[in-house]
């Protein structure tokens, strides 16, 4: 039997990683030069001033939203990916996002696989890294970097799930 404490930590990890999980993939959206095929204008890029697009105004929206980056960094597209991505006092950043399942899976230690604890343990130290880095100055070239590095066994949260249930999803 599982006590309700263990219960509530487990969903509570869940919550924080499928959180970090979608964030980041709207960091990489953001992140990534876009093309609207109608006009044939790009945004995300670094070349100049581009009109954004309908879908990037959206996701930076939800980004605040999800306190992953202020109202006021909503003018410059790489700062608002720099802050959800590095945001150490935005509580829906990745970072504080990744922190905050390691905090809560340090809880549960004994009831992690090995490979759960390390993927955990490898996405804080990846998003710290990208924090204490110079991904400020370039956070487009960064945030696909970090996500490439990130998701390179496919998808973290699956593998933790994976683990979590003895090897079935």
């Known amino acids: 039997m599982l006590p309700s404490r263990a219960a509530d ?21 953001l992140g990534v030069p876009t093309r609207d095929p109608a006009k044939g204008t790009s945004t995300g890029t670094s070349s100049g001033p ?15 939203t999800w306190g992953a980056t202020s109202q006021a960094t909503r003018a410059n597209p790489a700062k608002v990916v720099a802050e ?3 945001g150490e006092d935005k509580f829906g950043s ?21 490979d759960a604890w390390q993927v955990i343990t490898e996405m804080v130290e990846r998003l710290g890294e990208a924090a204490g880095g110079s991904h400020l100055n370039e956070p487009a070239g960064a945030v696909v970097d970090l ?18 249930n003895g090897g079935s999803r």
Request: aromatic share 6%; net charge positive.
């Open 94 to 114: 990745a970072l504080s996002l990744v922190r905050s399942a390691q905090r809560t899976a340090i809880s549960l230690r004994e009831r992690l696989s090995p």
């Open 84 to 86: 959800a991505l590095q």
């Open 50 to 64: 581009a009109t954004a697009l309908p879908s990037v105004e959206r996701i930076q929206r939800l980004l605040v």
């Open 9 to 29: 930590n487990l969903f509570w990890l869940g919550r924080y990683l499928e959180r970090a999980e979608a964030t980041l993939r709207l960091i990489r959206a």
């Open 147 to 164: 996500s490439a590095t990130i998701f390179e066994g496919g998808d973290p949260i699956g593998a933790v799930r994976l683990n979590m």
